[in-house]
C-alpha cells in the first residue's frame, strides 16, 4: 500500500515508497558520468529525481519505461529552488505489492465521457451548419483518444482527460465572453476552442492513463500549429467550407500562441482569434495557480511555479 504522496513530502526527509515513472533517461553529468534522470508522480503531482550512481544498475535502469510502478529510496534535496528526490535505490513493483493504480495517476476532476458530451452538445448548438459539421466529425473520430488524452506532457493539464478539461474549460468561459462582447461570432470562437489543440493528440504520444513522455516524429519536426492547419485544410476541402471561412479558422489555429517564439508565425488578426489566445493563456495559468494552491496553506504563499515567471502564489484565508 502506499502511505507516502508527493504533496506531503517533506524538506530534508528520506522517502521510501511507491511512485509512478513518468519519464526516465539516461543522460551525462557535468563530470562525464551517467545519471538516471526520472519524473515520478502519484495523484497529488510529480517531482523531478535523480540517482547519480547508475553503473551497477545500468541493465535494470535500461528495463524502466513510462508508466512503470516503482519502490524507491530517496533523500529530499533542493535544487533551483524546487524539492528533488535523491534516489540511492529502487526497484520495480510487483503483484504482491498490492498497489492502487488510483494513487498514482492524476486525472480531470471531471468525468471524460461527461466533458465530452458537454463539448459535443456546444457543438451541436451551433447555427452555422458547416462548423457544426466540422467539429461533430473530428469529435466523433477522435472520441477514443480524447477521453484519456493529456493537454501536455508536463505542466498545465498534463493528466488524464486533461485535454478535454482544457477545452470545456474555455468553452464556459468563451459562452460568456459572447454575451458580453456581442460583436463576436460564437460559432466561430468556440470552433476556434475546439480545434485550437485537437492535434496534440497527433504531437504528444500518451497511453492510457493519461501519461505522455515524448513527442511523436512530426510533433518535433511540426508541432500541433502546423498540424492542426494541415488538417484542418484537408478537411474543411472535403466539407466544401468556403475560403474565408476555412482560411480564419486555419488562422485561429496558427495564431492562439500568438508569439513567434511560442510557435505562432502570425499573431491574432480578428476579435475572434485574439479572445481565443487569451482564453487559452487565462485557462492555462489559472490551472497553473490552482495546482499551486492545493499544496499551500490558507494564509500563506506558495513554491515558486516557474510557468508563471516562478511567482510565489497566495492562498487567501477564508474572509
Known sequence: MKSTFIQDIKDQSVVQDFFLVKTCSIKVGSTGKQYLDLIVADNTGEMSAKKWDIEEDLENIKELSSGDIIKLRAQVSEWNKAKQLKVTK???SIPNDNLR????????????EEMYEFIKGVAESFEDQELRDLCLGR???????????PAATRNHHALLGGLLYHMKRMLI?????????ETLNRDLLLTGVMMHDMEKLNEIMANELGLADEYSFEGNMLGHLVLGVRELDREMRELGIGREKAVMIEHMVLSHHYEPEFGSP????FPEAEVLHYLDVMDAKIYDMEEALKKTEPGQFSEKVWTLDSRRIYKRKDF
Open 266 to 269: 502570425k499573431r491574432p488578426l
Open 173 to 181: 468561459a468563451g459562452d460568456k465572453l459572447c454575451e458580453v462582447y
Open 139 to 149: 469529435l466523433e473520430r477522435e472520441r477514443e483518444r480524447l477521453l484519456y488524452y
Open 90 to 92: 529502487f526497484r520495480k
Open 101 to 112: 493504480i488510483g494513487d498514482f495517476v492524476q486525472a480531470a476532476p471531471e468525468e471524460p
